[in-house]
């Protein structure tokens, strides 16, 4: 950041007049410097800041479409049923003998 | 503030878009397809798309089932007796808790035999009869609801 | 999205990228893990609904053994775990007490305790599952007094739960048996019929008919000659069934079966 030597307005980097007051800036190189290394934080964040939206945005379209798969698309489980219980054979055991 | 508004309704489409997907996705999932021979029942054309619905099913819908693996294994019958009620056939009239079922169209592989029953509909089970009882309950038994695919939507 | 955070310094903004981030990251991993239990929950659900159609063709081994790969894939769900069960287990009972204290919905308790209280009943023990108030307690008391030599029976209580339909399987197979051994013919008529209407396409159905035709008035001897040749390799002992149960049947029976005149008392 420039700062501006008649209104103190702190003006992004490779700025020639001040935003706020028209004012040409001057700047020394110490400030030059300052500002420069201002500048690549101030971008670093800006990157990390995108990033970070990027994959919140996509994880949360993706938690959505799996909430969706899991109760709107995926089936209902049938009823517990009882498995079949064999109760003997049918005929009482005096009429299968011979 | 342009950002804001963009935001909104940029959110708002996606909840729209997620209660669409979430009620109505399920819906067409469970459609059944009535098959293309199909003259069991009045009212339900061979080869129609069915919308179906959720229980509780009640005396008088119609239910569709699955009878096998297959996609044509499919039956449709309307339900005449609940779970707990009783169901008696006796001489070709078919008797729900001491009530004829009416209309009713008699039972060839059944007939000869004076009285059967009476039977209890066990739990999750529903007893349905359709015009020629091909695919109802008297050749299958009462519908399980493991077998139920829903009712069909009127 | 820029909006709001212009006036936010790089350390803020950087923080808040950070944050998004993992927070991002968290949602992904959820949604993968939701999504893979999805998937597993889907492919269960077609090996349940394939191994219920199996089991109504007959094929119960098929049956168990798709049910036992939607168990491996659904460790909790009794649905899968219910039919997936081998009745003959020696474990059977621990497996279904523990399952049973793991249900959450009332219907599947009520299904994996009928379960237990059938497999005690049939092994002649005291039923301890609680199924008080329910129509299977009734059925499960009817199927173990169905041993003595007075007929059995049951009344439902309107209101009460209806039975669940293996219970209900059983105790007409077992009380038809003891029917048929104490000559009682109403209740032949009775547990036949019900049998009958509660599983018409199942095998047994060949031996039911000719039971029900032996006690119908109207049927002639050959209609029940003919049903009685149907059972196949059990239409001897079903003749002598009905020709002990129905006497004034035997002759047609033993002018198709001769073994029957000295077999028979």
Redesign the interface.
């Known amino acids: 950041m420039i700062v501006c030597q008649a209104c103190g307005h702190r003006n992004p980097l490779r700025t020639r007049y001040c935003h706020a007051c028209g004012v040409r800036l001057e700047a020394n190189l110490r400030e030059i410097a300052v500002a420069v290394e ?1 500048d690549r ?2 971008q ?17 379209f ?2 959505t ?3 969706v ?2 109760y709107a ?20 055991p ?3 003998a ?1 | 503030m342009v ?2 508004i963009r ?1 909104l309704i940029g959110f708002a489409v996606f909840v729209v878009a997620v209660v669409f997907a979430a009620t109505w996705l399920p819906a067409w999932l469970n459609r059944v397809q009535v098959p293309v021979d199909y003259d069991d029942l009045q009212g339900l054309e061979g080869g129609k798309g069915l919308w179906l619905e959720p229980p509780p099913y009640r005396a008088g819908d119609v239910l569709a089932y ?4 297959g996609p044509d ?1 499919v039956g449709f019958g309307v339900v005449v007796a609940l ?2 009620d009783s ?1 008696r ?1 006796s001489e070709d009239r078919l008797l729900v808790n001491g009530e004829a079922v009416r209309p009713w169209s008699p039972y060839q ?2 007939r ?14 529903w007893f349905v009869v359709s015009t020629r009882h091909q695919r109802d ?6 519908i ?1 609801a ?2 139920v695919l829903g009712k069909v939507r009127e | ?5 212009v006036s936010w310094s ?2 803020q ?2 923080l ?6 993992i ?6 991993v ?3 893990g ?2 893979w ?3 597993q ?2 492919l ?2 077609g090996e ?3 191994a ?6 007959g094929r ?1 081994d098929e049956a ?1 053994r798709l049910a036992a790969a939607a168990a491996e894939r ?1 460790p909790r ?4 775990q ?6 003959a287990d020696p474990q059977a009972g621990e497996r279904l007490r523990a399952l049973a204290s793991a ?1 959450e ?1 009332a ?2 308790r ?3 305790l ?2 237990l209280g ?2 005690q009943a ?1 092994a002649g023990r005291a039923v301890d599952a609680p199924l008080e108030g329910t ?1 299977d307690a009734r059925l499960l008391a009817a ?1 173990r007094a169905a041993h003595g030599e007075r007929m059995a029976s049951w009344r ?1 209580v ?1 209101g ?11 105790a007409h ?2 009380l ?2 003891q029917a ?2 104490l000559r009682s013919r109403d209740d032949v ?2 547990h036949a ?2 049998l ?6 199942h095998p ?1 159905a060949a ?3 000719p039971l ?2 032996a006690l ?4 002639a001897d050959e ?1 029940l000659v003919r049903a009685v040749a149907e059972a196949r390799e ?1 239409s001897e ?2 003749a ?2 009905i020709a ?1 149960l129905v006497p004034e049947r035997r002759a047609a029976l033993t002018a198709r079966w001769p073994g029957l005149a000295e ?1 028979t008392p």
């Open positions: 201002e934080e101030a670093m964040a800006e990157r990390w800041l995108e990033r970070g939206r990027s994959l919140f945005l996509l994880g949360a993706f938690l479409c799996a909430l798969l899991r698309v995926v089936p209902e489980l049938p009823p517990a049923v009882m498995p079949p219980i064999a109760a003997g054979p049918l005929l009482p005096a009429a299968s011979p | 950002w804001l935001t699955r009878l096998g693996p294994d779970p707990g169901v056939l592989p059944l000869g035999l004076a009285e059967l029953g009476p039977l209890t509909v066990p739990a999750g089970h309950s008297l050749a299958h038994g009462p399980g493991e077998r | 999205m820029n909006g709001p955070f790089s350390g903004r950087l808040l990228g950070v944050a998004l981030l927070a991002g990251a968290v949602m992904l959820a949604a993968a939701i999504a239990r999805a998937v929950r889907w269960a659900v349940l609904r394939a219920h159609a199996q089991l109504h063709r119960l168990r659904l769900e009794p649905s899968a219910l039919l997936a069960l081998d009745p249900c919905r219907n599947d009520h299904a994996v009928a379960t059938l497999l049939l129509g199927i439902l309107a009460e739960d209806p039975p669940q339909r293996q219970v209900l399987l059983a197979t077992v038809l048996r048929l051994r008529r009775l019929g019900a009958l209407l509660l599983d018409p396409g047994r031996l039911l008919r029900l035709l119908s008035p109207a049927a209609e059990e002992a079903l002598r069934t002990a077999q």
